[in-house]
């Protein structure tokens, strides 16, 4: 078994989830904060609609913007020097854009389920808006927030269409765990692929048991906030 | 000095039209639920914005839509006490309070803060942790510990059971008492309104409809609508008949006032509990009843009563103070006899 698989998968996923968090977050909280409602269902619609489309199609869509002859990778190329298609950088890409959306609409979902009188008390109480958000807004948002990001982090690292079409499946630089587990089967490596699978059963199972543990912590919230 | 708020709102099948001003003391806005309450405190905390007019305190423009100012609620110091009191859930009472103070000598005087509303002893639990009216007091300590300039009051007490509510109103009418700015409190609840309020705003449907004294308001509500939330429960058009009479339509009878009575005047009403047993008093407003229903409670009778035997005559409560025989006679005094205007 080769081991460059784990540890390209093991960068992408965490980099991918990083900017997923914030982003995820901060995307979050500024469409709640939009009064029209259209620009706030386009804005949403947007945001989601990586998770509906098909990996490929997303891929492809990708390949489209960021391609070398693609207007914004020729700007990055030409002003930064940057190359995104089929590099490395390019499976964090369709990392970050294929979870993306599992992290935005469970933030959502929980900042607005904070009751919105807490935030008004704070503020009354003379509180800036950088203490409310993480004080009080984060902290009871924070069971749904991770529960989203636990899931952006499966889907980044399991993600294979949209960084086939965009990445590639270069050995050593681009090749993922999924892809290695596909190449190694088109291949007749057997052996190598069910190393990689058990790999991914592997964190597969943490998941979900991180995802247990947080639901448990929400309901002890929920109790304390409640009585 | 003071607080003075003339502001409208408008919303679609909706709108809000306030103008009041108080010194110090407790004014009291009464008002049925989507009243616009709510709205126009929200407004004065600087939660809502409204849609154009002012709003002062102690001298500073917190709100001015001529002028484009627009106070974050940060910086208005105004303090608020929310309906459900709005404690952070995870933060345990001390964190709670300590909120509210700047960083130096905060454990000093979150200590004080304990000891003043009775709290010794809760630093540690968390708000779900606490009773009902502990709850409030944490709210209320919270509220002043950032030393607001004006206090507004969301009801307060419409979280609280029965009991708890009568000690909580005690405990809020001493504080309020030590507390020297304007306070404004927001009620549904007549009771609540005549027990704490020296001076009170009646709004209806968005709009301030009456504004006084409080005890002068509920002796004298002069409008029909004011009667109803005020709590008189018996009101049926009524004609002047000059002089100080008058025809009460639904009942079918003659009643004399206290004063002459005005030709605009549409409708009488009478509490229910201002009618007593026709012994002593003389001939006025003295009346045969006949019993419809009666209901015995513990401190009192109260019953559905015809005043007059005219076909179609519409019944009113009365409420007696308990006794073994219920009485066939009934009469009211004069002054209690309330001419009003407006629709029934």
């Keep these: 078994m080769n081991i460059s698989p784990v540890l390209i998968s093991i960068r992408t996923s965490i980099v991918s989830i990083c900017i997923t968090f914030v982003l995820g977050l901060m995307v979050a909280k500024a469409v709640a904060a939009i009064r029209r409602p259209w620009i706030k269902g386009l804005l949403d619609g947007l945001c989601t609609l990586p998770m509906v489309l098909p990996p490929t199609v997303a891929g492809f869509f990708l390949l489209y913007l960021f391609g070398v002859k693609r207007p914004i990778g020729q700007f990055l190329l030409d002003y930064f020097g940057v190359k995104i298609a089929f590099s490395w950088e390019a499976t964090v890409l369709a990392a970050f854009v294929l979870s993306f959306p599992l992290m935005y609409r469970s933030a959502r979902g929980a900042l607005q389920q904070v009751d919105s009188s807490l935030l008004d008390a704070a503020r009354t109480l003379g509180r800036s808006e950088m203490w409310v958000f993480f004080r009080v807004e984060l902290p009871l948002a924070l069971p749904g927030v991770m529960s989203g990001a636990v899931l952006a982090f499966a889907r980044g690292l399991g993600e294979f269409g949209a960084t086939a079409m965009i990445a590639g499946n270069i050995q050593g630089r681009t090749r993922t765990l999924p892809l290695a587990i596909y190449s190694a089967v088109a291949g007749g490596d057997l052996e190598s692929a069910q190393d990689y699978v058990l790999i991914l059963l592997g964190v597969s199972l943490l998941v979900v048991l991180g995802m247990g543990s947080l639901s448990g912590n929400r309901r002890s919230l929920r109790r304390r906030g409640e009585g | ?344």
């Design chain 2, 1 to 344: 000095m003071g607080l003075g708020v003339d502001i409208r709102r408008k919303l679609k099948g909706f709108s809000l039209d306030a103008a009041f001003s108080i010194e110090d003391g407790v004014l009291g806005i009464l008002g049925a639920s989507g009243s616009g309450k709510s709205m126009m405190l929200r407004s004065v905390a600087g939660i809502d914005q409204p849609t154009e007019g002012r709003i002062e305190l102690s001298g500073r423009v917190l709100y001015d839509s001529s002028r484009g100012i627009h106070l974050r609620p940060q910086n208005r110091r105004v303090g608020y006490l929310f309906q459900h009191y709005a404690l952070f859930p995870h933060m345990t009472v001390a964190e709670n309070i300590s909120c509210a103070l700047p960083r130096d000598h905060r454990r000093a005087k979150v200590d004080m803060l304990m000891g003043r509303f009775q709290l010794r002893g809760l630093e540690k639990r968390y708000p779900s942790q606490l009773s009902g009216g502990q709850q409030q007091r944490v709210a209320v300590a919270r509220c002043v510990a950032a030393e607001p300039e004006a206090l507004l009051l969301d009801e307060p007490f419409s979280a609280l059971d029965a009991g708890m509510r009568e000690q909580m109103q005690l405990e809020l009418q001493a504080m309020l008492r030590d507390y020297g700015g304007p306070v404004v409190l927001v009620t549904h609840d007549q009771r609540e309104a005549y027990r704490l309020c020296g001076r009170l705003a009646v709004f209806e449907a968005g709009r301030c409809i009456a504004k006084g004294n409080t005890k002068e308001l509920f002796t004298r509500p002069g409008l029909v609508q004011v009667a109803r939330l005020t709590g008189c429960r018996n009101i049926s058009p009524a004609r002047p008949l000059g002089g100080k009479k008058l025809l009460a339509l639904d009942w079918g009878v003659e009643l004399i006032t206290d004063r002459p009575v005005p030709g605009d005047v549409t409708a009488v009403g009478i509490r229910e509990e201002r009618w007593v047993h026709a012994e002593g008093l003389g001939a006025v407003n003295r009346f045969i009843i006949s019993y419809l229903e009666r209901f015995e409670e513990m401190d009192a009778h109260s019953a559905r009563v015809l005043l007059s035997d005219q076909p179609g005559a519409a019944s009113l409560r009365v409420r007696l103070p308990r006794r073994t025989q219920l009485p066939d006679a009934l009469c009211v005094a004069p002054e209690d006899v309330l001419p009003l205007r407006g629709e029934v």
